[in-house]
């Protein structure tokens, strides 16, 4: 691994010091050569060390939100109770919302919902939350999108500009019994072929994309993978 070419390295470099040192052993400038080695390879080893547990992180949370739509969809296509207020209710349908006004531990893109639509209205509303996933303090929500078949796109992008943004919220919808997503946004649009959400972490490890299509299909993308081809 790359832990152990770098010791190989290191070890190569102390023997030839040992070699060509006097008897009294090193001097000052040898040792300071060593040492200097050594702190430039443990702080490389650390910064990529770092980005990988990030990057692995982040594919990790990507799966996660992939899970949540995936059992947004079981859940829509069967006869799942949702326990309110301490009676089942058996909702038609289910789905995964997401908003730029939900936010968990006072912070903003940092978690979504997963509900049971009680109501019927295909969308989130209190006391219809199942579970809330929380990404986490290092991770936000970059940005989540609808697409048409024709190519327009409606998004939200976390970049603190609210003007640019054409969408505020996005459902992804499942009712029973078809396996087929509805998408939704506020404001309501035309009929969407697909939408993703994109993740990123603080550590720029790069993003990763959910993409889910209105055939049911759920994929996650590659690391800033091209939405249009995932």
């Known amino acids: 691994g790359r832990h152990t070419f770098f010791m190989s390295i290191f070890s190569r470099i102390f023997r030839t010091f040992c070699r060509i040192s006097s008897p009294r052993g090193f001097t000052l400038v040898e040792l300071l050569v060593v040492v200097s080695i050594v702190i430039i390879i443990t702080a490389f080893v650390l910064v990529r060390h770092s980005r990988f547990d990030s990057s692995t992180l ?3 949370l990507s799966y996660s939100v992939a899970l949540s739509m995936r059992q947004a969809q079981v859940y829509g296509t069967s006869v799942r109770g949702f326990l309110q207020s301490g009676t089942y209710q058996y909702a038609p349908g289910y789905g995964v919302y997401f908003s730029t006004s939900l936010g968990c531990n006072g912070i903003p ?3 979504y919902a ?3 639509d009680v109501n019927g209205d295909q969308s989130w509303n209190e006391g219809e939350t199942v579970s809330t996933p929380i990404l986490g303090r290092t991770f936000t ?3 989540f999108c ?3 078949a024709a190519g327009a796109s409606s998004c939200y992008t976390n970049d603190n500009n609210a003007g640019n943004d054409a969408i505020s919220s996005l ?3 499942f009712r029973r019994p078809n396996p087929e997503a509805s998408i939704y946004t506020s404001p309501a649009g035309p009929a969407y072929s697909y939408a993703y959400v994109e993740i990123q972490s603080s550590a720029d490890s790069g993003a990763r994309s959910v993409k889910v299509t209105s055939v049911g299909q759920i994929t996650v993308c590659g690391l800033n993978a091209d939405l249009a081809a995932c």
């Open 114 to 116: 997963l509900f049971a």
């Open 171 to 173: 459902v992804i919808y």
């Open 141 to 143: 929500i970059k940005s």
């Open 146 to 148: 609808a697409v048409t």
């Open 109 to 111: 893109n940092t978690c």
């Open 58 to 60: 982040l594919r990790s």
